[in-house]
């Protein structure tokens, strides 16, 4: 059964960091997009980042660059989000996603991508 879980997340102080993980399993990993979106309470899930398959290139929100970075490790078939200086507006449940539409990171829409998890709960103190 293909699936995807998330994990890492937690409270942290604004300014402080986290990392997230997106795990696999019944598929290779490093054969798809992978994206990473957030959804806040009362709000649409949007997309912050996305790793393309097997190059690597990574794909970012406007909000969140220089910020955040998208990462993978084929020997665990695990997507990372490396998320430092989080802001209380980064706050959400965060989920990963493979791509389906064929697009892959080129339309970072949450249509696009399926197989979500049960996402990770990230929490900003001011």
């Known amino acids: 059964q293909e699936q995807l879980v998330e994990s890492g997340g937690g409270l942290v102080q604004t300014g402080g960091s986290l990392r997230l993980s997106c795990t696999a399993s019944?598929?290779?990993?490093?054969?798809?997009?992978i994206g990473w979106f957030r959804q806040a309470p009362g709000k649409k899930r949007e997309g912050v980042s996305c790793?393309?398959?097997?190059?690597?290139?990574?794909y970012y929100a406007d909000s969140v660059k220089g910020r955040f970075t998208v990462s993978r490790d084929n020997a665990k078939n695990t997507v990372y989000l490396q998320m430092n200086n989080l802001r209380p507006e980064d706050a959400a449940v965060y989920y990963c996603g493979r791509d389906y539409s064929g697009y892959g990171c080129t339309h970072l829409e949450s249509q696009s991508f399926h197989l979500w998890g049960q996402g990770t709960q990230v929490t900003v103190s001011s």
């Open positions: 019944g598929f290779t990993l490093d054969d798809w997009a």
């Open positions: 790793i393309s398959d097997r190059g690597g290139r990574t």
